[in-house]
């Protein structure tokens, strides 16, 4: 069946260091959407990208959907502790079902 | 407008029991989707439903079951509980289903530990 696969599982960065996750899928998506979730917390919806090659900015964060319509990343540029959490991804399969990656985990170095 | 509500919070329960989760969707919203999380996994998928349909169901055993309401307010069922239960249940709710896929609001989530 379809699959998500996303990197990486875990990242460890200073704060003001730059994060990236990657989803790559395994048949094209119609869109893609990212997910934050704070530790102890729920999924809470960050953005939903749709064309092909498309390019999204929530202030420090940086979404980009591949021109194959087939992987994603997010960027965070210089990082914050408030930016502590899992990202997950996750695309419609032909049952219009979200498909999740597995998520990264973004942790904060002392 | 108030969020997606799930009762309870908490729950233990014991081997061989039942349990019932319930999951209220944001007001106007027909599709709630469950999701079964356990520490350090992903979100596992355990079915959908809109408008008191299940629309898709993940690769769970008959042990899992839902139903949804005419009020779309939602319930999850799981007999004959596993150690290997003990998970963060969350509900979503969508004001979409189908194409295009909407995006999800997740409640808080129901704690099961089984014991």
């Known amino acids: 069946g379809q699959q998500v696969m996303q990197i990486p599982q875990y990242q460890h960065v200073q704060e003001g260091e730059d994060f990236t996750t990657y989803c790559n899928s395994s048949t094209t998506l119609s869109n893609i959407q990212w997910y934050k979730q704070r530790p102890g917390g729920h999924p809470v919806f960050l953005i939903q990208l749709v064309k092909s090659g498309e390019v999204k900015k929530q202030k420090r964060l940086t979404f980009q959907f591949g021109e194959a319509k087939k992987n994603s990343s997010l960027h965070i540029t210089a990082t914050q502790t408030t930016d502590v959490g899992t990202y997950f991804c996750?695309?419609?399969?032909?049952?219009?079902?979200?498909?999740w990656g597995a998520g990264t985990k973004l942790i904060i170095k002392p | 407008k108030a969020g997606v509500t799930q009762t309870p919070r908490y729950l233990i329960k014991t081997r061989g029991q039942q349990v019932t989760l319930s999951c209220s969707p944001i007001?106007?919203?027909?599709?709630v989707s469950w999701y079964q999380q356990t520490p350090g996994q992903g979100l596992q998928f355990l079915f959908e439903?809109?408008?008191?349909?299940?629309?898709n169901k993940g690769n769970f055993p008959g042990r899992f079951s839902g139903r949804q309401f005419s009020n779309s307010r939602s319930e999850m069922n799981v007999s004959t509980l596993e150690l290997g239960d003990s998970a963060l249940y969350l509900c979503a709710s969508s004001s979409l289903a189908g194409n295009p896929v909407g995006e999800q609001y997740f409640g808080p989530g129901t704690r099961l530990t089984v014991t």
């Open positions: 996750a695309g419609p399969d032909s049952n219009y079902q979200l498909i």
């Open positions: 439903y809109f408008s008191e349909t299940q629309r």
């Open positions: 007001s106007g919203h027909r599709s």
